[in-house]
C-alpha cells in the first residue's frame, strides 16, 4: 500500500481506568511528509506516540500505521511489527547501559529480527559522528552523544515511521537546529515519515504537516 | 546480539556478583561430586576386594575387624587361628576354595601377607615382572608397594614387625623380591605376598630359635568361597557354634558398614545440596534486584520489537548461563579435588578415590543445578513478561 498515508486516524480514543487521556477526531499523515505533534505538557503527546507504536492500544475508534490495523493487531504481532516498523527516540534516550553503543545498534538490529548488517550500522554512526565511541557503553558518552545513539538505534532497522518524544527539550538553539536536522536526515535516508511530540515552539517553522492537541473535557 | 549475549552481557556488567554467585554454586557441586566420586570409588573397590569370597574366617572378635583386615587390609586382624583348620575347611564338602592369609609384618607401611598363589590368581593378578615365590623368603610386590619403595626383582628388604612402619625389624631374615604385579586396582596393588611359611620361618627366627618343633603352626584367617548356595546356611553356623573362630560374611558386614559410612556421606550431601540451595536464593535476589533497575532496559527492548517471551527468555538465560557455568565449574573442582586428595591422602588412594573417572550421577548433579538456575528465574522473568511497557518507558 505505497499510497496508502503512513498514519491514519478516526474517532481515537485511549482511556485508562474510565478516564479519558486522549481523544482525536480524525487526523492523516501521508507517506513520506514530516509532522509536529504540538501541545502543553500533559496534554497526551507521549500517549499519541505510544499508540502510534503500538505499545498502547486504543480504548475504541480506528487506528492505521503503516500499513496495519493496530486496533486489532495480536500483542506479539504488534511486537514484531513495532521492531520493523517504528523507530522511536525516547526523551530520555533509554540506552541499554551494560553493552556498547554499536552493540545497542546491533540489539535493535537482532530484536526485530534482521541480519546484524555491520555495513549499514556503521555508516549509521559514521553519519551521526559517533564511530570513535562505538565501543563505549553509554554512560561514558555525553548527552548530546548519547541522544545521536538513541537516533541511530531508532534508524536501525530502518523505519517507515520514525517517532521522537520532546528531543530537543533540553537543548539550546544551536543545538535543537542541529538535533531537528539530523532526525529529518535520518527519516530522508530511510524514506520515513518523522513524527515529533514536543512543546518546543522553536521546531514550528521546519514541519508543515501539525497536530495540535488540546486538553481533553472530561 | 542475541538474547544470550546480552544475558551475558548483564552478568558481566555486575562481574562480581555474578562471581560470587558462580562461586557458591560451583562448592556446592564441588562437594557432591566429591562426595560421589568418593561413594563410587569405595562401594567398587569394596565390591570388588571382596568378589567370590563367601566366607572370612578368622579368630573371635568383631566380625567387621575380621573383614576389614583380612579382605581390606585396613584394620589390625582379630587374632590367629591354627594353621590346620585351612586343611580341614578345605577338605569340607561344602567349600569350593580356601586361601590362607598369614599377617603380621609390613614393609614401609604395606602389609606383608603370607598366602599360597590362589590368592593371587583370585584377583585376576599379572606379574610385571619376574615370577611368584616358590619358596620362603621370597616375595612379590604390588604394583603400588614397588612404585613406593622402589623395590623390582632380585633386590631384598626386611619386614619390619607389625602392620605400622617403624615396628623392630627381623634383621636376620631379609625377603628377596622375585617378581612385581601389573596394576589390578584391587587391595594387592598395595600388597607385599609370600609364602606362609615365610611368616613363620622369620617370626621362628624373632622369637626363640631351636623350639620349631614346639611352635604351634598359627595363620591370621582363611578367606572361602562355597560350593553351594546351601553352605551359606550352613557353614557360618558351624564354624561360630562348633570352633574357636568365628565367620564372617563379606556380603552381610559390607551391608552394615556401607550403613555407616552411607549415613555421613548424606549428611555431607545434604550440606552440599544446602549450598546449592542458597546459591539458587542468591541468583533469585540477584535478579529481583536487577529486574527493578532494568525495568527501563525491558520496557525499551520491547519497545525495539522484542517480544514477551523473548524479554522472558533474557531474564531465564541469565539465570541459565549462571548455574550452568557454575555446575560446570562445580564439576571440574570436584575432579581436581578428589584427585588432590587422593594424591596427598593414602587412605583416600586406597579406597580408590580418582578424579579421573566421571559418574553417571554427575549428570543429575548438572540438571539439578541447572534446575536451581531455573527456578530462581523464574518470578523475576515472570515479572519481566508482564511488564508494562508504555507506562514503565513514561514513568521513572
Redesign the interface.
Known amino acids: 500500500m505505497p499510497d496508502s498515508p503512513i498514519i491514519a486516524l478516526r474517532d481515537l480514543r485511549f482511556e485508562i481506568g474510565g478516564r479519558t487521556i486522549l481523544s482525536l477526531a480524525a487526523w492523516q499523515l501521508p507517506r513520506g511528509k514530516h509532522a509536529l505533534v504540538l501541545g502543553p505538557s500533559g496534554v497526551g503527546k507521549?500517549?499519541l506516540l505510544?499508540l502510534l507504536?503500538a505499545?498502547?492500544r486504543p480504548t475504541s475508534g480506528a487506528l492505521a500505521v503503516a500499513g496495519a490495523d493496530l486496533c486489532t493487531l495480536k500483542?506479539?504481532a504488534c511486537?514484531?511489527w513495532?521492531?520493523?516498523k517504528v523507530g522511536?527516540v525516547?526523551q530520555?534516550l533509554?540506552?541499554?547501559?551494560?553493552?556498547s553503543v554499536l552493540?545497542n545498534l546491533?540489539?535493535?538490529?537482532?530484536?526485530?529480527?534482521r541480519s546484524?548488517d555491520e555495513g549499514h550500522l556503521w555508516s549509521l554512526l559514521a553519519g551521526l559522528g559517533l564511530s570513535d565511541v562505538a565501543h563505549r557503553r553509554p554512560r561514558e558518552l555525553s548527552f548530546g552523544e548519547a541522544q545521536r545513539v538513541a537516533i541511530a538505534?531508532a534508524a536501525a532497522?530502518r523505519p517507515e515511521l520514525l517517532l521522537a518524544d520532546e528531543p530537543t527539550a533540553a537543548l539550546d538553539d544551536a543545538n535543537t537546529e542541529r538535533v531537528a536536522d539530523m532526525l529529518a536526515a535520518q527519516a530522508e535516508t530511510s524514506g520515513a515519515s518523522l513524527v515529533v511530540a514536543t512543546h518546543d515552539k522553536r521546531l514550528i517553522r521546519r514541519f508543515e504537516e501539525r497536530l495540535e492537541l488540546t486538553a481533553v473535557a472530561s | 546480539?542475541?538474547v544470550w549475549r546480552?544475558g551475558f552481557?548483564?552478568l558481566?556488567?555486575r562481574w562480581l556478583n555474578s562471581v560470587l554467585l558462580l562461586l557458591l554454586l560451583a562448592l556446592g557441586i564441588a562437594t557432591i561430586t566429591l562426595l560421589l566420586l568418593f561413594d563410587g570409588a569405595m562401594r567398587e573397590r569394596l565390591a570388588r576386594d571382596a568378589r567370590g569370597i563367601d566366607l572370612v574366617v578368622g579368630a573371635k572378635g568383631s566380625p567387621l575387624q575380621l573383614l576389614l583386615s583380612a579382605v581390606y587390609h585396613l584394620d589390625v586382624p582379630t587374632g590367629n587361628i591354627p594353621a590346620e583348620t585351612a586343611t580341614r575347611l578345605a577338605a569340607h564338602p561344602m567349600v569350593s576354595k580356601v586361601i590362607p592369609l598369614a599377617l603380621g609384618d609390613s614393609l614401609a607401611g604395606f602389609r606383608i601377607v603370607g598366602t599360597d598363589h590362589g590368592y593371587a590368581k583370585h584377583y585376576g593378578a599379572v606379574l610385571a615382572e619376574g615370577r611368584l615365590w616358590n619358596s620362603e623368603l621370597e616375595a612379590v610386590l604390588g604394583a603400588d608397594v614397588a612404585r613406593a619403595t622402589g623395590l623390582g626383582p632380585g633386590d631384598s628388604f626386611i619386614g619390619s614387625h607389625g602392620l605400622t612402619p617403624g615396628g623392630p625389624a627381623h634383621s636376620q631374615a631379609p625377603y628377596r623380591v622375585v617378581g612385581v604385579l601389573s596394576p589390578s586396582a584391587s587391595v594387592l596393588d598395595r600388597l607385599v605376598l609370600t609364602a606362609v611359611q615365610s611368616i613363620w620361618e622369620v617370626h621362628d627366627h624373632h622369637e626363640t630359635v631351636g623350639k620349631r618343633e614346639n611352635i604351634p603352626r598359627e595363620i591370621t584367617a582363611l578367606l572361602v568361597a562355597y560350593r553351594t548356595p546351601l553352605a551359606a546356611v550352613r557353614l557360618p553356623r558351624e564354624i561360630n557354634v562348633e570352633t574357636a573362630m568365628q565367620a564372617a560374611s563379606p556380603a552381610l558386614e559390607m551391608a552394615r558398614l556401607l550403613n555407616l559410612v552411607g549415613a555421613a556421606l548424606r549428611t555431607l550431601r545434604g550440606f552440599g545440596v544446602l549450598l546449592i540451595v542458597t546459591a539458587g536464593l542468591g541468583i533469585f535476589v540477584a535478579l529481583t534486584t536487577a529486574l527493578r533497575e532494568r525495568r527501563?532496559?525491558i520496557?525499551?527492548?520491547?519497545?525495539?520489537?522484542?517480544?514477551?517471551?523473548?524479554v522472558l527468555c533474557l531474564m531465564l538465560s541469565e539465570a541459565l548461563s549462571l548455574s550452568a557455568a557454575g555446575g560446570v565449574a562445580g564439576l571440574a573442582l570436584g575432579h581436581i579435588a578428589a584427585e588432590t586428595l587422593a594424591g596427598l591422602m593414602p587412605e583416600a588412594r586406597a579406597m580408590g578415590l580418582t578424579g579421573t573417572v566421571a559418574r553417571p550421577d554427575e549428570l543429575y548433579l548438572m540438571a539439578f543445578a541447572i534446575g536451581i538456575g531455573a527456578l530462581a528465574a523464574l518470578l523475576p522473568a515472570l515479572t519481566a513478561y508482564r511488564t508494562e511497557?508504555?507506562a514503565t518507558?513514561?514513568s521513572g
Open positions: 507521549t500517549t505510544h507504536a505499545l498502547l500483542p506479539a511486537d514484531r513495532r521492531g520493523a522511536i525516547f530520555r533509554h540506552l541499554i547501559s551494560a553493552v552493540d546491533r540489539l535493535a538490529r537482532s530484536l526485530a529480527g546484524t538505534r532497522n | 546480539m542475541s546480552l552481557a548483564y558481566c556488567d527501563q532496559d520496557a525499551i527492548l520491547r519497545s525495539l520489537g522484542a517480544s514477551r517471551m523473548r511497557v508504555a518507558l513514561s
